[in-house]
């Protein structure tokens, strides 16, 4: 939570800024007369102009066209192939290696293993469940496939020295099975679908030692029930996983369905996944899309975006296609590879960066639907505390580096999971911080709605504790600062005190329960002592190079993360609001990018976004630039060691603190624009204070900026507009507003009320379009 900045000198204007309506007042917000709303309380007045912005449909439909990928090449791999999914169930399809076939995976996000012992990655690991071949009559020879954004569908044909096959596929929305339609031509109506069960064991095993006595679980077993097919999975915990499918025929068209279960301890999964399938198949494929499809243009509604970097822009659109595939509010947190299971030897979900990275983007873009974080950290809490070491669990919690769905790590085992840890001791590694900072996401969900049972219920409790387990080990020093003993930073590799990672979460943390009690109206008795903490925290470790990994450890070589600058950036808690404030983030962003080595994807997100937070847009397009050139794949997805998705996710985000931030209590509109982007949009953007913000530059000038308020916060905005300034409500009314005489203004704005900010006498077209591409660029996918 940012420290306020300091007060703006501000005039108070009655309406408007021009010379008729724009009367300057003095001493405080004035009632706006009559004359300045002659409409009355009913509505406008014939002369005035309403403000309601105008977005027709076509627009989304253009967009999310033009943003559909291609293919006309076959994909090899996971990292170039189409994907579908739901949140729980996940088809990633590409070529079956070495064969004449293409492999539609089947992965589920709640079959995991439920052996404790053996740690997070292996005994709670997420298990593979299997993978369906399409088989032709005869050779492939060519392929024309699209994934519509749109309709979250993959159609197209794949063609053989045979003839054809027409296909589509989806992952339904809420139904959550797979349904692939196939069309075939005569020669081959011969085409079958193959099941393949894999292995129940964790995709760690093929990169690491497995742990004492840990073995596979049996192989699952195929039966029939009445037409469906099952491959049941037993586990040696107890319970099971089952693929369920079969294949209708309607017509000329042949559908398989597919839909996958799981249950622990009991053995129910297989009548459930049964039920399923015979409750879907024996309805065709298009009904099943028009609810499928009514969903998907309802959720794409909440929000738009539009830049004239036409690869860029596309690639956004495909990861709000992607975040709603991998991720819903009620099914388990993203582990690293979302719904997508591939081998990996990160089989369960990161909570040292991965998670928050993952679902920053939907606040913004305004699908709070899919916050699982909220939701699972207030549902599995005990858990957080359960894991910490007996004297601490009484007051305090921790959130394991890697845990299962349930939010545990199980038993510490070598190269089987990485619990908390203890301040000062070594081992087990202590990465401690790792819940504050997820409690982080948590916050932005709560001041994105100003939902104050988000704050009540989960984030207060919640922090209470984590800053509770620091408290234990903060300790006086001779500078009479406050200090942490030796703690890990992610991922630098040693251990240091007062490590910058945690003083900077510590300091967010105090300042956050501080005002948020305030808010709550609560009377902590800890309250004095989170105040002590802000008084005398020990500062932040720097050196000539800027941010150090702690005290005595300097930032000396090639690291990926930017967990040393977390004040800066998510948390605002610094951003350069003196100049030497300012001289320090920039000589500690260019000291870390500057070692080249270790650098990896979510490097350059994170350097976008610190770029942008200092208004650097031609610094931040650079960035993002390298991150398209150097490691995303074409399909948008993400590689290291192994698959995982969070960099291009957070991408999503450093586009959008380009076009809009709202820490500190300051909408600011296009803060951090590059000279070549002439044109932007942005509709129900939403931001912190519960705003939805709209606004449109063209040619290099702000039009226009629409704030509708959804809680009545204080809106203040860095609107952009030059010149004089009208303010009007929805029905073209003047409103009142303060002039802060640094490019921003105070609109009072109640609940549901809309304010809208243009120069002086501008009437703009409020009509939100697709602004038209600088350049022609490829399309993602394997084009030709």
């Avoid at 505390?385 to 790590?409: C, E, F, H, M, W």
């Amino acid at each position: 939570m940012a420290a306020a900045p300091e007060p703006p000198k501000r005039r108070t204007f009655l309406a408007t800024g021009t010379a008729v309506g724009g009367a300057l007042l003095t001493g405080g917000l004035a009632a706006v007369p009559a004359q300045a709303a002659p409409g009355g309380a009913t509505g406008p007045a014939p002369h005035l102009t309403p403000t309601a912005v105008q977005a027709p449909e076509d627009s989304w439909e253009a967009i999310l066209a033009d943003a559909d990928l291609v293919w006309q090449r076959m994909p090899q791999t996971w990292y170039e192939g189409p994907y579908l999914g739901n949140g729980y169930l996940g088809s990633g399809i590409y070529a079956e290696p070495g064969r004449n076939a293409v492999r539609f995976n089947v992965q589920h996000t709640e079959v995991t293993d439920h052996r404790p012992e053996f740690g997070s990655l292996f005994g709670l690991a997420r298990l593979p469940i299997g993978y369906f071949t399409l088989e032709p009559a005869g050779t492939i020879t060519a392929l024309d496939w699209r994934l519509g954004l749109r309709d979250a569908e993959l159609t197209g044909t794949l063609t053989t020295d045979r003839g054809t096959l027409t296909l589509r596929a989806l992952v339904h929305d809420s139904l959550s099975v797979l349904a692939v339609e196939i069309t075939p031509s005569a020669g081959e109506k011969g085409f079958r679908w193959v099941f393949h069960p894999a292995d129940s064991i964790s995709p760690r095993a093929a990169s690491m030692p497995l742990p004492d006595g840990y073995t596979a679980n049996p192989p699952a077993v195929t039966e029939q029930h009445g037409g469906v097919t099952t491959a049941v999975q037993p586990l040696l915990a107890g319970g099971q996983h089952v693929t369920a499918w079969q294949e209708h025929t309607h017509g000329a068209r042949r559908t398989l369905y597919a839909a996958v279960t799981h249950s622990h301890p009991e053995n129910t999964a297989r009548d459930r996944a049964v039920r399923l399938i015979r409750r879907a198949a024996p309805l065709p494929y298009d009904v099943h899309a028009l609810t499928h499809r009514a969903w998907w243009h309802a959720y794409y509604r909440k929000s738009f975006v539009s830049v004239p970097d036409a690869r860029i822009q596309r690639f956004y659109w495909i990861q709000l296609y992607k975040v709603a595939s991998a991720a819903r509010a009620d099914a388990p947190v993203m582990a690293t590879s979302g719904p997508w299971l591939e081998p990996t030897p990160w089989p369960n979900t990161w909570w040292n960066l991965n998670v928050q990275l993952e679902y920053w983007l939907i606040h913004g873009s305004n699908h709070l639907e899919l916050d699982a974080v909220t939701r699972a950290l207030g549902e599995f809490r005990e858990n957080l505390s359960n894991q910490l070491a007996a004297p601490y669990r009484k007051d305090s919690a921790g959130i394991p580096r890697t845990t299962d769905p349930q939010l545990v790590n199980g038993a510490a085992v070598a190269n089987g999971g990485y619990g908390v840890g203890i301040p000062g001791e070594d081992p087990p590694t202590p990465e401690v911080g790792n819940l504050t900072w997820a409690l982080h996401n948590v916050w932005l969900s709560y001041r994105h709605t100003m939902d104050e049972r988000i704050l009540r219920d989960t984030l207060f409790p919640l922090l209470r504790k984590a800053v509770n387990y620091y408290l234990h080990f903060l300790t006086p020093g001779k500078d009479g600062k406050l200090h942490l003993p030796a703690t890990f930073s992610p991922e630098y590799g040693v251990d240091a005190p007062d490590t910058n990672y945690d003083l900077m979460l510590l300091r967010w943390g105090c300042r956050t329960l501080v005002e948020s009690a305030a808010t709550l109206r609560v009377k902590d008795p800890l309250t004095e002592r989170w105040q002590e903490v802000l008084a005398k925290l020990a500062p932040y470790p720097v050196d000539e190079n800027g941010f150090m990994i702690g005290a005595g450890v300097p930032f000396a070589m090639s690291h990926r993360h930017y967990s040393h600058l977390l004040a800066v950036y998510p948390l605002y808690e610094l951003t350069g609001r003196t100049p030497d404030e300012r001289a320090l983030i920039e000589k500690s962003l260019a000291h870390w990018v500057g070692f080249e080595g270790a650098l990896q994807g979510y490097t350059f997100t994170g350097a976008t976004s610190m770029s942008a937070l200092l208004g650097k847009g031609d610094d931040a397009l650079k960035y993002l630039g390298e991150l398209m050139a150097r490691f995303i794949q074409a399909n948008t997805m993400y590689k290291e060691s192994g698959p995982v998705i969070e960099t291009p996710l957070s991408a999503a985000q450093s586009l959008h603190d380009m076009l809009c931030q709202s820490w500190g209590g300051v909408i600011r509109v296009f803060p951090a624009v590059p000279a070549a982007w002439r044109d932007l949009v942005l509709h129900d953007f939403r931001t912190q204070g519960a705003f939805l913000v709209s606004a449109v530059r063209e040619k290099g000038v702000t039009r226009w900026v629409r704030v509708t308020s959804e809680a009545g916060a204080p809106c203040t905005v860095r609107h952009g507009v030059t010149g004089p300034l009208d303010v009007r409500d929805a029905h073209g009314r003047a409103l009142r507003y303060e002039d802060g005489g640094d490019g921003t203004v105070s609109v009072p704005l109640r609940e549901g009320e809309s304010a809208l900010i243009t120069a002086a006498g501008d009437r703009p077209d409020l009509t939100v379009r697709p602004v038209a591409p600088s350049a022609q660029a490829p399309r993602w996918g394997l084009p030709a």
